[in-house]
């Protein structure tokens, strides 16, 4: 009785002097501060570069608990490329024979590779190869850009979850 009574203290005087601290943020000791270069773009829609660099720009350094910083001064870097960007029509209405069938919602699918890179240990932190996020509208009422935000959007949450999964 008197040895765990001992054992207990002596926890309580290690955990009461401060030698453990806990914080938010990545996890990895010095990491605080986050660059997102332009992807690359391997699709024939142009604007996506801009349209993923500012999705990323804004969600997720606070994501990820980072600020942001120019590359040659950030902690971690992240890269990649947009490798598809597809308009498919997974729902539709067969119509009459030779007219065109009607269309009642469209996805949007967009595929990247990224990779998250601690700049001071030269090591890849977190590699997602290929990357598959979907958004979907509805052809009648929406247009393509509700679909691709939605795609955009569960983008940004696979490299969170990826890039915490590791961290």
Do not use: H
Request: overall charge negative; charged content about 20%.
């Amino acid at each position: 009785m008197r040895a765990a009574r001992r054992a207990l203290v002596l926890l309580a005087l290690v955990l009461g002097s401060g030698c453990y601290s806990f914080r938010a943020g990545t996890g990895l000791t010095g990491v605080e501060t986050i660059a997102i270069l332009p992807f690359d773009n391997r699709t024939t829609r142009l604007e996506l570069t801009q349209d993923v660099q500012d999705a990323l720009l804004r969600e997720l350094p606070s994501s990820l608990g980072l600020r942001l910083a120019g590359e040659d001064q950030a902690d971690v870097v992240v890269r990649g490329a947009i490798t598809t960007y597809d308009l498919v029509a997974p729902n539709y209405r067969a119509s009459a024979q030779g007219q065109a069938a009607e269309v009642l919602q469209r996805q949007v699918v967009l595929t990247v590779s990224v990779e998250i890179l601690n700049m001071r240990e030269r090591t890849v932190l977190w590699s997602g190869g290929s990357l598959r996020a979907q958004g979907e509208y509805l052809e009648a009422s929406e247009t393509e850009d509700v679909g691709k935000t939605e795609a955009l959007e569960a983008l940004l949450q696979q490299i969170v979850d990826g890039a915490q999964s590791n961290w």
